[in-house]
């Protein structure tokens, strides 16, 4: 349903529309104005009316023509308007204001230094305690009695040199036995640096996953470790660790070497230790049994 007010715009527009100056009735007006003498001029102006109110028609009618042109004008850009935007009015917001690339680029500002020359102790000091990281827990984690000998409970050892060694090579072997099942293991071979002595593998009887090795030099001796994985297990039955190393030449006395092995079975710590046989040992046991 139109409304009177889309009515007058309407018809404002038709108006504005139809509307075309008669430019040559114009221009004919301004020549014959511009022909007339003087005379013909002031005679016209006198068998008129007086100037005053011909000047007041003239200023009325200039003005009434400016406003009904800005009126046109107005109703035009109205119409026009009223096409393109909703006839109700609406708040418009600003949007919020870009920031620049300066404010977002800029360095972060520096901690103020202390006046008192000790330095700001709080820009460097962290924000939170950071938390210590856990060691990982080993196998052997309760603490073993002292070895005595190469026997504890339902744990035997026994050290030797293993017969295919020669002049330049050699292996010690570290054979255990046991009689229950072990939920814990590690077997520790030291093997003195008496020249020359550089290692060249190991290996062990159980299975190879089920063990972490680790070989370092240390205070002259070459050490081998092998600890057994948390949630594995050693089942009852003879098992043999070796550590393979060369070494100068000729034959090497093992008279130094050392292994050392804790374990734990049903709850119970166990501990055994045992060394190897010397030059002169296996000289006099060769020499016993001949």
């Not at 005595?148 to 035997?156: F, H, I, N, V, Y």
């Not at 000729?250 to 050392?258: F, M, Q, S, V, Y």
């Not at 709850?267 to 016993?288: C, I, R, Y």
Request: charged content about 25%.
């Amino acid at each position: 349903m139109r409304t009177p007010h889309d009515e007058l715009r309407a018809g404002l527009h038709e108006a504005a529309e139809a509307y075309e100056p008669d430019r040559a009735r114009i221009l004919a007006r301004v020549e014959r104005g511009m022909a007339a003498g003087p005379e013909e001029k002031r005679s016209r102006r006198r068998a008129t009316r007086p100037p005053l109110l011909a000047w007041a028609r003239v200023a009325g009618a200039t003005a009434a023509v400016s406003g009904i042109l800005a009126m046109g004008g107005y109703a035009l850009a109205s119409v026009v308007k009223g096409d393109e935007t909703p006839a109700d009015p609406t708040v418009s917001v600003s949007p919020l204001p870009t920031p620049s690339p300066d404010a977002t680029s800029r360095a972060p500002i520096q901690p103020v230094p202390d006046p008192s020359g000790g330095g700001n102790t709080q820009a460097h000091k962290p924000s939170s305690t950071p938390t210590p990281t856990p060691t990982p827990k080993a196998s052997n984690t309760a603490a073993a009695p002292a070895a005595k000998g190469t026997e504890d409970g339902p744990l035997w050892s026994d050290g030797s040199i293993d017969p295919h060694s020669n002049d330049f090579w050699a292996q010690s072997d570290v054979t255990i036995k046991t009689t229950k099942q072990l939920t814990a293991l590690t077997v520790e071979l030291k093997v003195a640096d008496t020249g020359g002595v550089t290692s060249t593998g190991a290996w062990r009887s159980p299975p190879e996953d089920d063990f972490d090795l680790t070989v370092a030099e240390r205070d002259g001796f070459l050490v081998y470790t092998w600890v057994l994985k948390e949630g594995r297990t050693v089942q009852p039955g003879e098992w043999v660790f070796a550590g393979q190393y060369n070494h100068t030449r000729g034959g090497r006395d093992a008279k130094d070497d050392t292994y050392k092995v804790t374990a734990e079975a049903t709850g119970e710590q166990l501990a055994v230790k045992g060394d190897f046989a010397g030059q002169d040992d296996t000289d006099k046991s060769d020499d016993g049994d001949s």
